[in-house]
């Protein structure tokens, strides 16, 4: 009689711990990349999104994207980017941020003074596995001269150069005009982001 029931025992939990292993982990979990997978994007510019496409999604108000100021609070309390949140980069891996970071819904892009802290934080970011993550292409110093203080073409330049002038031109006075001023004086300055809460893992499917 035991040994009927052992056998009955082995049937049922040996198929089901052959088919837990077999189920793959959930396709959410961040997979680390590796160093030459890495700096393979870093060469490739692959990381990088022009301040002209940042200026559209702000405009737009495309929810798909959020733009991140990684310098210290100092910094961004002194100026920053209109609808940009702050999360220094010496806080980047905390576990309170990693609601930002380790997702797939949203595009979040990256910002320093210029392009090296900001792509030093894509890089820790992107060794986690974290994939839905970018670098504005020159940060806050390229964007003050592409965006807020564009230069004015000649007019016997080429069409889509005087095209995008006049862009560049008109977002500029749309996001803080002429230069990028103090976060008091910006009427679109966001309000203090939330700390979010870590994800909740999925249970497995299956058991008792």
């Not at 961040?30 to 994007?41: F, G, H, N, R, Y």
Request: with cysteine; glycine share 6%; hydrophobic share 40%.
């Amino acid at each position: 009689m035991k040994m009927n029931m052992r056998l009955k025992l082995a049937m049922v939990f040996i198929p089901l711990g052959l088919f837990i292993a077999a189920v793959p982990e959930s396709k959410t979990k961040a997979v680390k990349s590796s160093p030459d997978k890495i700096l393979s994007e870093v060469r490739t510019n692959s990381h990088l999104i022009t301040t002209d496409a940042v200026a559209d999604m702000l405009i737009q108000k495309d929810p798909s994207m959020v733009l991140i100021d990684v310098r210290s609070k100092d910094e961004f309390d002194a100026y920053h980017i209109p609808g940009a949140i702050n999360i220094p980069i010496d806080n980047i891996l905390a576990d309170d941020w990693a609601g930002y970071f380790d997702q797939m819904a949203k595009m979040n892009v990256l910002y320093s003074n210029g392009n090296s802290k900001a792509t030093e934080a894509w890089m820790l970011l992107r060794q986690k596995g974290y994939k839905s993550n970018y670098v504005m292409q020159g940060g806050m110093n390229y964007w003050a001269e592409t965006i807020m203080n564009p230069e004015k073409p000649a007019s016997t330049s080429p069409d889509d150069e005087i095209a995008k002038y006049d862009f560049r031109k008109a977002a500029g006075g749309v996001l803080g005009g002429g230069a990028i001023a103090p976060a008091k004086t910006q009427v679109s300055a966001p309000a203090p982001a939330p700390v979010p809460k870590r994800p909740k893992k999925k249970r497995a499917a299956g058991g008792c």
